[in-house]
């Protein structure tokens, strides 16, 4: 399948959300142009600003622990601070996740649909991509005839946030797809070099 695709943003989980954000605002030249407090659920939330500079956006999360630690807070005991996730932006969300079902892929969740100030947003999270990572994909479609979200819905922020709290609650290890039954073109060792 022939799709366009593209960087969308990239997520980031951070200790600091304040520091975070002065660090993108004040030293790397990037604005705010979206942010939520407590999205998630009674259980766990996290705080979520996201940055842009030209065409780069980051999102930026600090989670909250209530009665369950956070799934930021987790990740970054687990995987130190860093990136989370990488949003792929897509012509055609549905068809994309329909090829990547066919290969196996696995998602943590249903399409999320929602929409901001500017039009509809769709979205649709993966599994982590490797064993004992906990980076993904989310699948992201903007474009929708004329109209063209540009920011975060916080009704779909929500709904993924929960998808992978679920997975936390229940103690879900899974990846993108299941390497274990999967052929892969290499024995999981380091593959050699050849000049």
């Known amino acids: 399948m022939k799709e366009s695709m593209g960087i969308d943003h990239i997520t ?3 200790k ?4 975070a954000e002065y660090l993108f605002t004040k030293i790397l030249g990037f604005e705010v142009i979206w942010s939520a407090q407590d999205v998630g659920s009674d259980k766990s939330s996290m705080d979520t600003i996201v940055v842009q500079r030209g065409t780069a956006k980051v999102a930026l999360m600090q989670g909250r622990d209530k009665t369950v630690k956070s799934q930021i807070s987790e990740f970054i005991e687990k995987y130190g601070e860093g990136v ?13 996740c329909r090829e990547w079902e ?7 969740g249903p399409l999320k649909e929602g929409r901001d ?15 004992g990572s906990g980076v993904f994909f989310e699948l992201t479609q903007r474009q929708h ?6 920011t975060f819905v916080r009704g779909t922020v929500e709904e993924l946030y929960n998808d992978i ?9 899974q990846t993108v797809i299941d390497y274990d039954t999967i052929p892969l073109p290499f024995d999981g060792k380091s593959p050699a070099h050849t000049t």
Request: with cysteine; proline share 5%.
């Open 84 to 96: 989370q996730h990488v949003a792929v932006e897509v012509d055609d969300i549905e068809a994309v």
């Open 165 to 173: 709290e679920r997975d936390q609650i229940q103690g879900v290890e």
């Open 12 to 14: 980031l989980c951070v």
């Open 102 to 108: 066919a290969h196996g892929v696995k998602f943590s």
């Open 16 to 19: 600091n959300l304040q520091a």
């Open 117 to 131: 100030g500017f039009g509809p947003l769709k979205q649709r999270f993966t599994y982590p991509l490797f064993p």
């Open 145 to 150: 005839g004329e109209e063209q979200s540009k």
